[in-house]
Nanobody, 127 residues
């Protein structure tokens, strides 16, 4: 069974950092582009960042550029989202998602493109 599991969320003070992990089981991430999305209370889910199969193409929402970094370790079947300089407006449930793509296909931050989703991990930025 294909499964994505997010971890690494928690409570952090403004200006702090967290690293989220998205681990796959039941399939290898080598064949998939991965996206991170988030949903804050009362808001629609939005794309945060994505990375293509080889890691050569990444994309970020304007709101997180320069603060968040996406990376992948295909040997560990895991994708990471390093989040620095966190702000209260980053508070949300963060989801990772996967879509099977061509080797050099660029990733997109459109949730409708993704087929497999994790259950999410809560990130709360508050003093």
């Amino acid at each position: 069974q294909l499964q994505l599991v997010e971890s690494g969320g928690g409570l952090v003070q403004p200006g702090g950092s967290l690293r989220l992990s998205c681990a796959a089981s039941g399939f290898t991430l080598d064949y998939y582009s991965i996206g991170w999305f988030r949903q804050a209370p009362g808001k629609e889910r939005e794309g945060v960042s994505c990375i293509n199969r080889r890691g050569g193409s990444t994309n970020y929402a304007d709101s997180v550029k320069g603060r968040f970094t996406i990376s992948r370790d295909n040997a560990k079947n895991t994708v990471y989202l390093q989040m620095n300089s966190l702000k209260p407006e980053d508070t949300a449930v963060y989801y990772c998602a996967a879509v099977r793509t061509g080797v050099f296909t660029r990733c997109v931050l459109s949730e409708s493109e993704y087929d497999y989703w994790g259950q999410g991990t809560q990130v709360t930025v508050s003093s």
